[in-house]
């Protein structure tokens, strides 16, 4: 917010007058003012004249009529006949459409700023002179006194951001957005409040611009070009065709004709990778440096200029996001382009510019602003898995805000979670924290906790301060906490979740139960615990081998507790605990998963192997026993489909990129000894997969076998894929000879790259039939070796955002089958 005084300004609650030339706007409960508007206002001034008598009459009893006829004491909202005539000067040409002044002028007060929400605001922020705050839509803080003084005034204001969006349930609410001065394009404001900045699609639209159901089979050029095929599904357009940019036109102009008050029209790639690998975007993206977002930037600006033409007036968004985030080195965006920067892989515990997990995004954010200064930023602020969890970011939140702006940032979408229920954890706090932020970046964000928490939680206030510094400290640097990170997907096992900070917890909020003074505190504070009992719940879901099953340690009080916790989502109205399912699928999902399942295990001297066949044939364990030390990564028990996930498994593809549908049904073959199984999967189409599991020392041998056991042809690949968790990946590396001579060290964590990444090797690039990952730290090598021959792609993914992972898969060749037909992958694997 840009904020500019002249005078010192003063409102007094009091029966004292301030100063001799302050206004005294209502004694012992009676006024002599009257609101004067324009016979022409706008909707939001007169909603704003409103808004200012309710509150007026709610603080001090009187009751000011609201008039256009000038007054012999007024208060002015809004430019009007009787403001013009007082020669005041206001800028409204530079308070824009938003902005506003206070000031007084003799024995008037003028509220007056731009007709579209200006002067609306401007009332609004005087209200919060007088003590008025609106924390939710249902708790707000109206002052009470028979007498309201008014000391000069002489200042103006215009909004730090001219997007202002906190994206939370608790956020949507058209008072309160309205008062709390945010204009987000999913936010209920109506006309009568100014309306809003309105997208239309909001994001995510080249589906929606070229639809494949339309034009892919008449017209397959006009998508991505992916591992030598042109794809319906799982890509994007082909951004150098030029009849994409045509019919892109058209969709544009037809979208608009049916959606007029949108101002912004976002023309952004579809929530996925799969761009286009033609050699025409391949050509442009070396021009433009290598960054994918060239061939994206030069399709956006040209039609863009297009759009023009027509409308002036509206703008063109698209994103920088995922592959997209680095800018072109050439092209620049046109003044009507709105550039969104995602910085989905930071770290939201610490200020972005002091960790070292973020620096890949300071540099896109400084590389953006230099060729930008119309940028706008998505931001995240829950955990989209776990809703629920409790989400420390108030220290990033207060520093990064102010930041962009630094940076030159025009809008911000802060986005959080949105569903029917709401409920995320602290949403309440959170928006109402972020829209005061939004506004003004000077703003005090401790104090605006301190008087939210006092107002929402009462006489319960004080321990629920010290549970939210508790969280903050889990993860503040040293020496002011631990220094953990926070990431938008992290589980329930994330560090900065110790038990000691559970324990804590679990205490602050017995006393703040135990304070809580009337029903409705106490429900609140019920409601922020739950995230607490949240994650014990999920914690208690592990999955551990007992002879030969595997399953939760207490499965009978697991469902008892399960229950208890959907009756209490119930209770609070919760529709979701994660953005991709809603609580009814995940109470469904939790009765399919959570039961025994029976392993089979293989063993010598060395390795111990649990294998689940009704876990996808799945290999969960590979003990080593010397030290008792899983090869695999363990899945998350707050996972999605847990436990029917990662380990060592084996998948049918179609090609390199496109799984077969439906899923694969497993059975063991007779005859399993100590060391060796096999066991037959059955895919949905009919094709089947023998595969064979035998110990060899300190190596587990696996063959795969598909067969096409179909009367047709069947195009098909097999791929064996193992996750492992080999400690910090600061230091841990990929070490390999490729095919076509040389060595290869891939650095997983490296200064100003994302903390997370992928990578697909083929041809010569591929390993010479071994590939390794090391510790430079020491510690066990994970190594798999395979027949070169028998390998097309090598896959590589990894993660250092709450565990450390790495995925190595590796897919044999795609082939036509005829009927009879099969072909063969066998991988080592093992440590060294």
């Known amino acids: 917010m840009e904020i500019v005084r002249n005078a010192i300004a003063l409102i007094c609650a009091s029966a004292v007058s301030c100063f001799a030339a302050n206004l005294r706007l209502v004694e012992d409960g009676k006024s002599d003012y009257s609101i004067v508007i324009a016979p022409d206002a706008s909707q939001s001034e007169r909603h704003g004249a409103e808004e200012l008598q309710k509150f007026l009459e709610e603080i001090s009893g009187a009751r000011l009529p609201i008039t256009v006829t000038p007054q012999r004491k007024m208060v002015l909202v809004g430019n009007s006949p009787a403001l013009e005539k007082l020669n005041l000067r206001i800028p409204f040409a530079d308070l824009g459409p938003e902005g506003f002044a206070l000031k007084t002028s003799g024995e008037h007060l003028v509220i007056a700023g731009g007709r579209l929400r200006g002067s609306m605001y401007g009332v609004y922020t005087f209200l919060e002179k007088l003590g008025c705050r609106w924390f939710t839509p249902e708790v707000s803080r109206i002052p009470k006194t028979r007498t309201l003084t008014v000391g000069p005034l002489d200042e103006t204001q215009k909004p ?10 608790e956020a949507l609410d058209r008072d309160w957005a309205a008062r709390n001065k945010t204009n987000g394009s999913f936010q209920r404001l109506d006309a009568t409040v100014g309306g809003k900045v309105q997208y239309y699609p909001f994001v995510h639209s080249f589906d929606l611009l070229l639809p494949p159901s339309r034009y892919f089979n008449q017209h397959p050029d006009y998508f991505s070009l992916i591992d030598g095929q042109r794809r319906a599904q799982g890509g994007q357009l082909c951004l150098t065709n030029p009849d994409v940019l045509r019919l892109g036109i058209e969709s544009v102009e037809q979208w608009i004709a049916a959606n007029p008050d949108a101002t912004i029209i976002s023309v952004s790639q579809n929530d996925r990778y799969g761009y286009c690998e033609c050699d025409n975007c391949r050509r442009v993206e070396q021009e433009e440096g290598g960054a994918h977002s060239g061939p994206l930037l030069r399709y956006v600006n040209a039609l863009a200029e ?110 959080g979670a949105v569903s029917q229920g709401g409920g995320a954890e ?19 964000a401790n104090k605006l906790v301190t008087e939210f928490l006092d107002a929402y939680y009462g006489k319960a206030a004080p321990p629920l301060r010290a549970y939210f510094d508790l969280m903050q400290r889990q993860v503040r640097v040293a020496a002011n906490g631990l220094g953990r990170h926070l990431w938008i997907y992290d589980p329930p096992s994330a560090p900065y979740l110790s038990d000691e900070f559970l324990a804590n917890a679990r205490e602050l909020f017995r006393q703040a139960e135990a304070a809580a003074d009337n029903d409705a505190v106490s429900a609140r504070v019920r409601k922020a615990r739950i995230g607490i009992d949240y994650v014990a719940l999920t914690r208690s879901k592990k999955f551990t081998v007992e002879g030969e099953w595997y399953r939760p340690a207490d499965l009978e009080g697991l469902k008892k507790r399960w229950s208890t916790f959907m009756s209490s989502l119930r209770q609070f109205g919760f529709t979701n605990i994660s953005e991709s399912t809603v609580a009814t699928r995940d109470d469904e999902d939790f009765a399919r998963h959570m039961r025994p399942y029976r392993v089979v295990t293989l063993e010598n001297s060395q390795l111990r192997v649990h294998l689940a066949p009704d876990l996808g044939g799945r290999v969960t364990h590979i003990i080593d026993k010397a030290n008792g030390r899983n090869l695999l990564a363990e899945p998350e028990p707050g996972a999605k489909q847990y436990p029917d996930l990662g380990g060592l498994r084996v998948s049918p593809y179609i090609d390199y990129v496109t799984r077969m549908p439906g899923t694969t049904t497993w059975a063991l073959d007779a005859g399993a000894s100590a060391n060796e199984v096999s066991l037959m999967g059955t895919c949905q189409n ?66 100003e790259k994302m903390p997370s990444g992928s990578e697909v090797f083929n041809g010569g690039d591929q390993p010479d039939g071994v590939w390794r990952v090391v510790n430079r730290r020491g510690g066990p090598i994970w190594v798999s070796r395979f027949p070169k021959e028998q390998v097309a792609r090598c896959y590589l993914s990894w993660t250092a955002k709450s565990d450390n992972r790495v995925s190595m898969a590796l897919s044999s060749v795609s082939r036509l089958l005829q009927p009879g037909e099969q072909l063969t992958l066998a991988v080592d694997y093992g440590t060294e």
């Open 306 to 415: 297009q759009i023009e033409k027509k409308h002036p007036d509206k703008l063109i968004d698209t994103l920088a996001y995922q592959y997209t985030e680095d800018p072109p080195s050439v092209t620049r965006p046109r003044r009507n382009v709105r550039i969104r920067l995602c910085p989905i892989d930071a770290c939201e515990a610490h200020p972005y510019e002091q960790c070292p997990y973020n620096a890949y995004f300071m540099k896109n954010l400084r590389a953006w602003s230099k060729i930008t200064d119309r940028l706008y930023i998505w931001h995240y602020n829950t955990n989209f898995a776990h809703y629920l969890l409790p989400f420390p970011d108030f220290d990033e939140l207060a520093t990064d805000i102010p930041m962009y702006k630094r940076h030159g940032v025009v809008g911000l979408f802060m986005e």
């Open 686 to 751: 009919g094709v089947k997969i023998r595969r064979r599991l035998r110990l060899d020392g300190a190596t587990l041998r696996t063959e795969a076998i598909l067969e096409n056991a179909t009367p047709a042809p069947v195009t098909a690949a097999v791929q064996s894929q193992w996750d492992v968790n080999p400690g910090d990946l600061a230091s841990v590396v990929l070490r390999y000879r490729k095919q076509a001579g040389g060595a290869l060290e891939k650095a997983f964590i490296e200064p």
């Open 426 to 444: 602290n949403a309440e706090l959170r928006s109402y924290v972020m829209a005061k932020l939004l506004w003004d970046v000077k703003a005090d």
């Open 160 to 169: 730090a951001f001219e997007y202002r969006e906190p994206f939370f349930s």
